[in-house]
């Protein structure tokens, strides 16, 4: 008994350890993601669940043998880690929010009433994270926008109300090019946004390494075409769209803003608008091609991940450049928030800075950058502490966006 407690409060200090400091280095960077992950985002979980073990152990052996002494001394440095950790997701919502006055004014709020409309209460989020359902939100599934099967489908989310024109958000999934789909990540988001009146799309694509790049920003763009004819049967106003999507799905995302109506990725539909109204990015990959000169990334572009997604014939570096937001700034660029993490295993926290960097060079709209002490990749796949406050400061940031669209007006404030 006493060995065993000893082990999980081992195994739960080293936890909290990685998800303070994540262990650095490729070999490990998969490893250090997923621990690190889970451990950050669920460390109130963790630290109740450490304490209620910790005082049960106590009330049962006490203190007799060293065992019980070092499995408390760890669950003590558990409890340190996991506290330090909440503390540091705590303050993400004003990391978030910061970036947003340093870049769009302290008075950004003041154009409309709608940026501060109240999201869902956040207890309930956190009670149970992983029941992300909202009885306010209806969802239409596996709508066909395009051919190619099931890897051709979105869902739409609305208010069950249904809203007349209302702003849209279009959320493209993550998974490195090759694997995930459109039921596994943004749903926080996409549910306080049709909980505010908004219409949400989230859409599948093809996946390689069957598909070989351009295909999987084609579709996307075929999705976004699809929005522009269709979204009006769903409440949604085809003349404010903005995208959004993390890890890959942040690349796919910073790509579809900044290739608008480039007639070469839209094949058999040169002529329909595909420009956004703002995108948010999180996490993403913007540099495919090494420009950066960043050690992680330069280990990205040199592996096997890049000749499968791109195609084993595609040249260095013009192919690749072909496929990086990096080689695709534009002064026409809608307004931009990018979020990143500091802790990142998988994609380095120093690609993202250069990419707003670069990009507030050439940019005539505001790009709003807000980098996240401790969080890791993945951080907003369910609710957290960090990820509720982050949500919604992009709530803030998107109702921001679309009330500085004068002609388009305030989400719900029409009921079909």
Known sequence: MTRGFVLRQAVGAALAANALRPLPGAPTSVVAFFSGWLTTELAPHLLAVTAADAAQHAARHGTRTRSDRVGLALAAASAAGL???????RGAGAEAESALV???????TDRDAAIEHPGRPVWRQLLNPFWMRNKAVTRVRNLAYGPGGRRARLDIYHRQDLPSKSPVLLQIHGGGWVIGNKDQQGLPLMLEMASRGWVCAAVNYPLSPKAKWPEHLIAIKQALAWLREH?????????????TGGSA????????ALTANDSHLQPGFEDVDTSVQACVPYYGVYDIAGDTGIKAVLQRVHSG?????LGKHATFPDDYRAASPLAHLRADAPPFFVIHGTS???IPVA???IFVDEL??????PVVYAELKGAQHAFDVFPSIRSISVTQAVGRFLEWSRSATTDVPAAGTESA
């Open 360 to 365: 507030r060079q050439v940019s005539d709209n």
């Open 83 to 89: 506290a330090a950790v909440i503390a540091t997701g």
């Open 351 to 353: 690609e993202a800075r």
């Open 231 to 243: 979204v009006e049967e769903y409440g949604g106003n085809p003349d404010f769209i903005a995208v």
């Open 249 to 256: 799905g942040g690349h796919l995302a910073a790509m579809v």
């Open 102 to 108: 340093d870049t769009l004014g302290e008075n950004y």
């Open 344 to 346: 990142d295993s998988l």
């Open 305 to 309: 991940l890049m000749p499968m997604v």
